[in-house]
């Protein structure tokens, strides 16, 4: 019988950030930051890094690209919102925000290689990317007023190892009776031999 104690990870956080590209960096080093509560492989923060990176690129060169200055005839930049948030489970669920000139037809926009970019220096397929590396992705969207892109991934395997860590117990597979006691300084060294951060 499994009786250790469930960990609090619930978490939640927001961060405003005007519409730049340099900002793209900052969110993906966010969320970078944010999830190393669930305990991701390196691979599995490229994965959730690009899927952001994505989802903020789309809002500060579509969403608020050259069509968001000629239609609302507003002369600041746009501000670009990061809601992210972690339950007990390890589902990591992440909304990008704009209030940009918004997205006419979601399900074509979401086609691969579809780009309603006009110069050529994009390729369409950030919302495949998006799909690719998470779990869940939808995207709701007002023309004229702006577009939320929903995103999530279960990570509850890593929230496992999690538990053990922190209780201080390693378990025998078999017995289900500690079998050792670790102090943090062999935790670390064990959570960093295996390739995680």
């Known amino acids: 019988m499994n009786n250790m104690k469930t960990l609090d990870i619930e978490n939640n956080i927001c961060i405003e950030f005007d519409a730049v590209s340099s900002n793209e960096?900052?969110?993906?080093?966010?969320?970078?930051?944010?999830?190393?509560?669930?305990?991701?492989?390196?691979?599995?923060?490229?994965?959730?890094?690009t899927a952001i990176s994505e989802a903020v690129?789309?809002?500060?060169?579509?969403?608020?690209?050259?069509?968001?200055?000629?239609?609302?005839?507003?002369?600041?930049?746009?501000k670009v919102t990061l809601k992210a948030s972690i339950d007990n489970d390890g589902l990591l669920s992440v909304d990008v925000c704009d209030c940009g000139v918004g997205i006419k037809d979601v399900e074509e926009a979401m086609k691969p290689s579809f780009t309603?970019?006009?110069?050529?220096?994009?390729?369409?397929?950030?919302?495949?990317?998006?799909?690719?590396?998470?779990?869940?992705?939808?995207?709701?969207?007002?023309?004229?007023?702006?577009?939320?892109v929903h995103m999530s991934k279960q990570m509850e395997y890593h929230r496992t190892k999690i538990d053990i860590l922190r209780t201080n117990t390693i378990r025998d597979n078999t017995s289900q009776t500690d079998t050792s006691r670790i102090d943090t300084s062999l935790q670390l060294a064990l959570w960093n031999s295996d390739g995680r951060i």
Do not use: C, W
Request: glycine residues 12%.
């Open 25 to 49: 960096a900052l969110a993906r080093v966010v969320i970078a930051s944010f999830i190393t509560v669930l305990n991701p492989t390196l691979d599995e923060i490229e994965d959730i890094k």
């Open 116 to 148: 309603s970019d006009d110069t050529g220096e994009r390729s369409g397929m950030g919302f495949a990317f998006m799909q690719a590396f998470m779990d869940e992705v939808k995207v709701d969207s007002v023309p004229g007023r702006g577009t939320v």
């Open 57 to 78: 690129t789309n809002a500060i060169v579509h969403g608020y690209g050259r069509d968001y200055f000629k239609l609302s005839g507003n002369k600041e930049k746009g």
